[in-house]
């Protein structure tokens, strides 16, 4: 099997590991609170997304949209309601909290919708495969390489380029710095934890065809989500971006090559890197 | 340091609600205890097996020969094998069941096994697929299969009608799987086949990505490709990979057991799986007149869009076991008098004739084979051979820890 | 003028026992009494209460947040369970040694390597620690089982006397209550000590007992390394009790369960694993029984309201609505 196809399976699947995570790297870096239930707004987008496509027919495009909106709204209540009286709340706090959220999210779906999982059927011109001059690839992965990809540019460009993102970055290097300044630190938390809830949904319903969706997901998928978040660095997208890429390709490689190993690779690596670097690949140093 | 008292308050106040609990176990009932994970990873699963038992109890109201049955279900959560043996324990020691039936893990059954008989009651297995549980315990009985039932058949089918001279095996790695590929490299390697890798492909809890493995298999070219994966959502993955890979235009057939050909998933797969070719007992497709009254029935009961599966058939006939100890002896269920009336014991299931081996207390039944085909926008299992009573072949051949 | 040294006697005397610290045990053994049917549960709810409290050694008392304790409590059921079943070793009490000795020496060894970070990294550490440990029990599947585990293991006399209750739990129950009394006591007088008291200062105050000269990183250490065969010890305990062990017993799902329940019962707080455990298992376990499809929802609810009402636990919402604020200890 040569390099390029390599490096394209690794691709896609390190994309919608991005996709997911990013939202989760920035409300953990900026707001420092401990979203267990990250992985809850994924799913409940991909079920979003995966229904509405269903029942009302509605177009893949249109679906990952609505996806995105539903579950930022969802999210902003729950962010007014609940997470903003936890800040001040010790981690362990959070954690409780964040854990029954993700049961209160998994038993709801398998009480309301059933324990099946549902799957995001693809719109033909993303299926079989596409040429590309020097060689035939899924389209499906190739649609995912080039979403990510788009995404990452947008938030760089996002954050070191608007007023706004310069505000992200001021107050996750230095909440009370910020705060001093003027900055709304409270509205802060809730657009970008929307923002980052909305981009898990996009990515719940994206990644249905490789991670599968089932009122199980958040759990199932939690461990790995926090890996792609603290290899990166915390509050980092360019470093979530490398982090989800290089566990992607690397986990790939090595499963073909070493299929016994299973998953061990993930793990060892998570466990080198981090001990070499503890901030992460991009993260701050005494983070 | 704070002096609080909340340890004891809590804990006698927690105990007490105990209490309110208790059930006491009524005089003249046959009490059937089910063990099934209806939360987590196989809720699912739980829920087809579940539907299986209703629909016995719909489609026979009068099979208990006048004797009221009563179902107590607990869940086993996660396959830790210990939450199953808890409940078991409850359900004998304070429940006071007279029957076990369920199980969809196998740790859950092998956990199991040391308090049925040591508490001698009867335990039926509705699917746990582990070869040598049935050695675990003289009170287990099973009517779901084992995984060399299709394994073993697929091996030699893929032989001798498929003219397959080497193959490649992928499988999840953990019991069921190793067993599985065990059972066909038996058969398939005992009628001349030569098995040219085989790779194990994740373990069960979390569905990978199967690209890296396909892709491997891939460059081996082999004859066919054996897949084991647990039922769920594996087997859509399996097929998702398949197809995007272009195995079938490199001349690769993905053959498989029934497993990975799941009735729940099976619409959900898309053209990538037409041509498979699978071993199993039973799908939903089966062409006989019970069978058809099955799919109708479930379908009446759980909506048009629902369908029975294998694990489905494995709750009715677990219940049919059942019902046949019940009015074998009468509603007096004798531990010993209730495995030895299941000895042999032959039934007219959806799947076809099945019947209890009278030695090794497993499931003797049909293999069919199968190929997927697409009729009227459908996929839709086509018979295209059959091998009639099929044993266990790792208990008869004595292979391994099945040495009874 | 008179001085008034309460707070200071308080501090002095702590140490002593309490007579309402004698109510658990009591409690427990009116328990054996009371629910006969249901010892089986029972015991594992001891299990956990000992897990639980090695837990809060590292945790409530040295401030490590850890997701990865579960390596220990399988390095110690793995010990007893291949001894028994590889080896033919019985003798329960001297399996929980070696599963203590090895779950301690696990301990040593990655608390030696990781505990040279903090926060976020070292939570993925740990967690990344009992993965590997879990792969590598699964791919030593001849030895451990696997997934499927090493069923039917039986166990010998207990000091050559009690044999196991396979059906009633009974002598499983004493015996538990009996190893978590003496590993609770044991537990008790390290936390009252002046190591105890260090774990303390580290955990209020790195930076205070750098500056004093207190030896940070080699205490953080040994009380990992203590923690880890107490985990040890209630790993041993599971398998003895259960008469089985599969790869569960690394699974993240019994860690983070471990630290639900002691998050919910208040850590550093001694008796908050027997609050914790017995809260959460018992509610749990009755509400699987009643609603078995539903009971996840339930469980969430109450989390979400303990964590949104309640600082630091159950014994929390007892001081909120007392209107007392936590103060160190």
Known sequence: MDLITILLGGLASGMVLFIVSVGLSVTMGLMGFVNLAHGGFAMLGGYVIALSMQHWGLPFGWALLLGFVAVAALSVVLERFFYSRLYRATELDQVLFTIGLVFVMTAAVTLGIGPNSQSVVLPDWLKGQTDLGFIQYRSYSLALIAAGTLLVLALWLGFERTRFGATIRAAVDSRRMASSLGVDVGRLFTVTFAIGSGLAAVGGGLGAEILGLDPNYPLRYLVYFLIVVSVGGLGRVTGVFFAALLIGVLDFVLKIYFPKGGTIFIYALTLVLLLARPQGLFGKKGG | MKNWTPASALAAAAFSICSLFSVGAAAQTVKVGVVLPYTGVGAELAQQVDRGIQTFMTMNPNAFGGVKVEIVKRDSKNPSGAEAKTAVQELITQEKVDILAGFIYSPDAIASAQLVTEAKKPMIIMNAGTAWITTLSPMISRVSFSMWHAGYAMGEAAVKQMKAKTAVIGYTDYPPGKDSLDAFKRAFEGAGGKIIDEIPMGGPGQVPDFTPFFQRAKDKKPDVFFVFVPAGDHTLAVMKTYGALGMRKAGIRLVGPGDITQDIKLQAMGDDAVGLITTHHYNADLDNPLNKRFVESWKKSFGAASTPDFMGVQGYDGMAAIAYIVTTLKGKIDPDGAINALRGWKYNSPRGPISIDPRTRDIVMNEYISELVKKDGRLVQKNIGMLPAVKDMCKELAEGRCKQ | ?329
């Not at chain 3, 579960?70 to 399996?95: I, K, N």
């Not at chain 3, 939570?123 to 069923?151: V, Y």
């Open chain 3, 1 to 329: 003028m008179a001085v008034s040294f309460t707070a200071a006697e308080q501090l002095a005397r702590r140490h002593r026992f309490q007579w309402w610290e004698t109510l658990p045990w009591i409690a427990a053994l009116a328990a054996f009494f009371a629910f006969p049917n249901y010892l089986a549960f029972a015991t594992q709810v001891l299990i956990t209460i000992l897990f639980a409290l090695s837990l809060d050694l590292v945790l409530g008392y040295a401030g490590i947040v850890t997701l990865g304790h579960a390596a220990f409590f399988g390095a110690g059921a793995y010990t007893v369970g291949m001894l028994a079943s590889h080896f033919g070793w019985t003798e329960p009490l001297s399996g929980l040694l070696a599963a203590a000795l090895v779950a301690g020496v696990v301990g040593l060894v990655s608390g030696l390597v990781l505990l040279r970070t903090h926060g976020l990294a070292l939570l993925m550490l740990t967690l990344c620690t009992m993965t590997l440990l879990e792969q590598a029990a699964n791919m030593g599947a001849a030895w451990t089982g696997g997934f499927d585990g090493i069923p039917g293991l039986s166990f010998g006399k207990i000091l050559g006397l009690f044999s196991f209750d396979v059906l009633y739990f009974r002598t499983q129950y004493l015996y538990v209550l009996t190893v978590l009394l003496i590993c609770f006591l044991v537990v008790r007088m390290l936390v009252y000590s002046s190591f105890g008291q260090s774990l303390t200062g580290v955990r209020e105050n790195l930076l205070r007992m750098h500056a004093v000269g207190a030896p940070v990183r080699i205490r953080l250490v040994i009380a990992y390394a203590i923690s880890a065969a107490l985990a040890g010890v209630a790993g041993g305990l599971f398998t003895q009790a259960t008469g089985f062990v599969n790869l569960a017993v690394l699974g993240l799902e019994r860690a983070a369960g471990v630290l639900i329940v002691l998050i919910l019962g208040g850590y550093g707080r001694l008796y908050g694993a027997f609050v914790g455990a017995v809260a959460y298992m018992v509610l749990e376990h009755f509400l699987a029984k009643a609603y078995p499809t539903a009971w996840q929802l339930g469980i969430g609810v109450v989390l979400v309201l303990v964590a949104l009402y309640a600082r630091n636990g159950i014994p929390g919402l007892a001081e909120t609505l007392r209107g007392k604020r936590r103060s160190a200890p």
